[in-house]
């Protein structure tokens, strides 16, 4: 069984619970200039999506010298998660890890009897710390670990994404596939239609137009020279379009289906005009989206207002594109059918495919009556990071 999957502003939350507790559990309230690093990079925080790099720039102060080490860890967390080039993220890991081995130091000291040794008491306490070099060393692999953890998960995350966008694209590609073999078999079909009328009718209608020229011919009166030129006439006519339609087969026969430019937000414009029902498109800022992303807002539009045209015609429609936060939000409402419904066939794996797709892309749909008689769709994809 599927688990329910936990909102946005839930995980934002919680997070910032994290942090907000580990701080209040290592912070002394008494070094007001530690204190105030502290506290900024815990609060930076809230803009980590926005600005990744910046904010984990501004929780590195305060795990070098109180080792508030979970801001930062949440931060490399996003940074590595929403990267597109690897240098951010190694670059990051080795500044956290150096702050994490420079406050292992201080731990070392900790436990000799001192609660928090001072900047210029710990740098004179490097070469205790460093001997016997063994100890050093499995110290500091420790404190590295712990630094690249948050990388780990973090590009564990991209990764999880970027498959699940390849698996959106592997999809479309079966689906596009299986048109071109239905497009083949369709042409051979065409094609031996056209062989079957130019061996049979053709020869037919030719044998038909060739005798009723002999009768015209060899007519005993004019009645019947005027019927058989008649029939003539027709017989040719006949022939020239069963030529025509031949060759017209023939040349859909050879046709190939070309691959087509994938749909995304650009074209949705297009859609919702040519979509032949009252409807009106409103897109505000939204945040960069990758092809998958927008195939999949393209899709959800398209299925809502074709669903519209089926089940609710002559009503008013709205589609809208919004932002919530880093999020996209997809809302497609329509108000009560005000003409008769017919009943048309239905696939009924329309809105089941919309479904996956949003699962695949770790987004939510939502759809359902509005209570007014009408019907909406709601679709949110978040952000390319955690």
């Known amino acids: 069984m599927k688990l329910p999957q936990i909102p946005q502003w839930a995980w934002d939350a919680g997070v910032m619970l994290v942090a907000v507790v580990h701080l209040a559990l290592v912070i002394d309230m008494d070094n007001q200039p530690v204190a105030g690093f502290a506290i900024a990079g815990v609060a930076a925080l809230l803009l980590r999506r926005r600005y990744p790099f910046l904010v984990f720039l501004v929780t590195l102060p305060a795990a070098f010298l109180v080792f508030e080490k979970v801001a930062s860890m949440i931060a490399l967390y996003t940074l590595t998660s929403t990267a597109r080039r690897p240098w951010k993220p190694i670059a990051a890991t080795a ?20 609660w928090r040794a001072p900047f210029d008491e710990a ?7 460093v001997s016997p ?10 404190y590295v670990a712990m630094a690249a953890v948050p990388t780990l998960f973090g590009y564990s995350r991209l990764t999880r ?8 694209e592997i999809g479309e590609a079966r689906e596009h596939e299986q048109r071109l073999l239905t497009q083949q078999a369709l042409a051979a079909e065409r094609a031996q239609l056209a062989r079957e009328m130019h061996d049979v009718v053709s020869h037919q209608v030719s044998l038909i137009a060739v005798q009723a020229g002999a009768l015209e011919l060899q007519a005993p009166d004019a009645r019947t020279r005027t019927t058989a030129e008649a029939i003539r006439e027709v017989s040719v006519t006949t022939l020239e379009e069963l030529r025509q339609m031949v060759r017209v087969l023939h040349a859909s026969g050879r046709r190939r289906e070309e691959p087509v430019p994938q749909p995304s937000i650009a074209q949705l414009e297009r859609l919702v005009e040519g979509s032949g029902i009252d409807a009106r498109l409103e897109i505000g800022p939204l945040p960069e989206l990758d092809p998958p992303a927008q195939r999949a807002v393209y899709r959800t539009v398209q299925e809502a207002l074709t669903n519209v045209r089926k089940h609710a015609p002559g009503a008013t429609t709205s589609v809208r594109l919004a932002a919530a936060g880093r999020s996209v939000v ?12 017919v009943e048309l066939p239905s696939s009924g794996v329309g809105l089941l495919g919309l479904r996956q797709r949003a699962e695949l892309l770790d987004g939510e749909i939502e759809y359902g009556p509005d209570g007014d008689g009408g019907w909406r769709l709601r679709l949110t994809l978040p952000p390319a990071g955690g």
């Open 95 to 114: 500044m956290l890890a150096v702050c994490f081995v420079f406050q292992g130091m201080q731990l070392h000291y900790l436990f000799l009897g001192e």
């Open 123 to 129: 740098v004179a306490y490097l070469p205790e710390f």
């Open 133 to 142: 070099l063994g100890h050093f060393l499995r110290a500091s692999l420790y």
């Open 161 to 168: 994404r970027r498959l699940a966008g390849r698996l959106v």
């Open 330 to 341: 997809v809302e497609v409402a329509n108000t009560r059918a005000t003409r008769p419904v």
